[in-house]
């Protein structure tokens, strides 16, 4: 793209995003010339400038531009700039990781044992940091060819896999965020209940409204300032249950390892580490700054990784004769059984980490709704919020017991295929194929070809295993 430009003009380019996003120019700088009219050729890395990084795009006869500051979040209302908050961006990771699928993790991995199932958490975050960082990758690049912010997945595997990439997103996407969902409503209105005494649906639709109405009048920061509290509760009624419970555990049971049984956990841990639904609002709410990005996936993961750990060391360690049941049993009921003060603080704890894997899900989904719809970018409208919460509300009050199935169905065949498979199958497109663009981000994720093949392969095997286990024997 070229325009001609006087030396006394400084044009303004202004791109509508996603809520309180924008994209724009402000100030343009040159070296002499001789000529009048200068050339300025824009380059394809808009989005990837931060506040004090400048990038040099070469104009015919050999002129040189520096262009500050190219992406900016603007409040659409106030028209000042909002830059996305490294901590909060942190905190939105750390606690849409910190889900409703480390409530299930002691469950499927008592079977195991403390110490293959801690090698299988750690295996398990590695994989899902490398697939977040290829999210990552690819959807900054598409922001940079497309010059749009609030770029979702249908945007992302429409430009790298073709109409049938689409396809596959979407409704794997839209069925593992609706699973969730429903899952948390079933979970947090069960917990509710049993705080408020009132009725299941109401305490169903008063979590739905309370933060589907956070996350869709709250602004960047106050969102954020949410989620920080949320995770600051995390902590505390984490450590207060580690330090109540730590007082029971059996040394000799954490030394427990059967690596057999590791393969049939994997799905629900798996589960458990998803943030990716969010890489995309975070590389808009961060402005494209790769190394920002980069921090708040490892940083952002690497929390809720410390505490899958000590919280499965301590439910494990805890709970007696888990050998000797014929069928598995939650572990969770058990410790309550057998620890009146410990089942409060279960329920607190569950609570805040459904609370912001919750506010993590509904953002990414209706960021998604938004951008499938092909909805205003520069409006906030309910339609998506509404698509977004009210489904999972009535699928939960149909089926209260639907927790644990949701979860496990979601985590086999939804998971790993859109943050297993499709990262790096968009990855690859993005990095080999002939039609990508030539200017690209550094690669996030460093082994080329090999470590994209062994991220797919992984994935495959672990949800052709779960195929062959559940329906290839009678």
């Known amino acids: 793209?070229?325009?001609?430009?006087?030396?006394?003009?400084?044009?303004?380019?202004?791109?509508?995003?996603?809520?309180?996003?924008?994209?724009?120019?402000?100030?343009?700088?040159?070296?002499?010339?001789?000529?009048?009219?200068?050339?300025?050729?824009?380059?394809?890395?808009?989005?990837?400038?931060?506040?004090?990084?400048?990038?040099?795009?070469?104009?015919?006869?050999?002129?040189?531009?520096?262009?500050?500051?190219?992406?900016?979040?603007?409040?659409?209302?106030?028209?000042?700039?909002?830059?996305?908050?490294?901590?909060?961006?942190?905190?939105?990771?750390?606690?849409?990781?910190?889900?409703?699928?480390?409530?299930?993790?002691?469950?499927?991995?008592?079977?195991?044992?403390?110490?293959?199932?801690?090698?299988?958490?750690?295996?398990?975050?590695?994989?899902?940091?490398?697939?977040?960082?290829?999210?990552?990758?690819?959807?900054?690049?598409?922001?940079?060819?497309?010059?749009?912010?609030?770029?979702?997945?249908?945007?992302?595997?429409?430009?790298?896999?073709?109409?049938?990439?689409?396809?596959?997103?979407?409704?794997?996407?839209?069925?593992?965020?609706?699973?969730?969902?429903?899952?948390?409503?079933?979970?947090?209105?069960?917990?509710?209940?049993?705080?408020?005494?009132?009725?299941?649906?109401?305490?169903?639709?008063?979590?739905?409204?309370?933060?589907?109405?956070?996350?869709?009048?709250?602004?960047?920061?106050?969102?954020?300032?949410?989620?920080?509290?949320?995770?600051?509760?995390?902590?505390?009624?984490?450590?207060?249950?580690?330090?109540?419970?730590?007082?029971?555990?059996?040394?000799?049971?954490?030394?427990?390892?059967?690596?057999?049984?590791?393969?049939?956990?994997?799905?629900?841990?798996?589960?458990?580490?998803?943030?990716q639904n969010v890489v995309p609002v975070l590389c808009t709410n961060l402005e494209g700054n790769i190394s920002k990005v980069r921090t708040a996936i490892v940083l952002g993961t690497a929390i809720p990784l410390g505490l899958f750990l000590v919280w499965n060391g301590v439910i494990l360690g805890s709970i007696p004769n888990t050998e000797m049941a014929d069928k598995i049993v939650d572990p969770l009921q058990q410790l309550r059984s057998t620890n009146v003060v410990v089942g409060p603080i279960i329920e607190v704890f569950s609570l805040f980490a459904i609370a912001t894997s919750y506010i993590g899900f509904v953002l990414g989904l209706t960021d998604f709704l938004a951008d499938l719809l092909k909805l205003p970018a520069s409006q906030n409208t309910p339609l998506p919020y509404l698509l977004t919460l009210i489904p999972p509300l009535a699928l939960a009050l149909l089926d209260p017991e639907i927790f644990f199935k949701a979860l496990d169905f979601a985590g086999t065949y939804g998971v790993l295929v859109l943050f297993g498979i499709f990262p790096a199958a968009m990855a690859w497109s993005d990095r080999y194929s002939s039609s990508s663009p030539s200017i690209k981000l550094p690669q996030l994720l460093p082994g080329g070809r090999v470590t994209l093949s062994f991220v797919m392969g992984g994935a495959a095997y672990i949800i052709l295993s779960e195929i062959l286990e559940k329906f290839g024997h009678p």
């Open 1 to 275: 793209m070229a325009m001609s430009f006087p030396y006394s003009q400084f044009p303004t380019i202004s791109i509508p995003s996603r809520k309180y996003k924008s994209v724009h120019i402000p100030t343009l700088h040159h070296q002499p010339s001789k000529s009048k009219s200068p050339v300025l050729h824009l380059c394809h890395r808009p989005f990837l400038s931060d506040f004090t990084r400048t990038f040099k795009c070469q104009a015919q006869k050999q002129q040189e531009y520096q262009v500050e500051r190219l992406f900016s979040n603007l409040n659409q209302a106030t028209l000042k700039r909002e830059p996305g908050s490294l901590s909060s961006a942190i905190f939105l990771v750390a606690g849409t990781t910190v889900g409703a699928g480390i409530l299930a993790i002691p469950a499927v991995t008592q079977e195991a044992g403390f110490l293959a199932s801690a090698v299988a958490c750690i295996v398990c975050w590695i994989f899902m940091v490398a697939t977040g960082l290829l999210i990552a990758e690819v959807n900054v690049n598409t922001m940079c060819e497309l010059g749009s912010g609030g770029v979702s997945l249908v945007s992302m595997a429409r430009r790298t896999l073709g109409t049938a990439g689409v396809q596959i997103a979407c409704w794997t996407y839209i069925f593992i965020h609706y699973a969730l969902l429903v899952a948390y409503v079933a979970r947090s209105s069960e917990i509710l209940t049993n705080i408020l005494g009132i009725p299941l649906w109401e305490s169903a639709a008063l979590f739905s409204l309370v933060f589907g109405g956070i996350c869709y009048f709250g602004s960047q920061r106050f969102i954020g300032a949410v989620n920080g509290v949320l995770v600051f509760g995390i902590i505390i009624s984490f450590t207060a249950l580690a330090a109540v419970a730590s007082g029971e555990v059996q040394p000799d049971a954490l030394l427990k390892a059967n690596f057999e049984a590791v393969p049939m956990s994997i799905p629900i841990i798996a589960l458990s580490f998803v943030y």
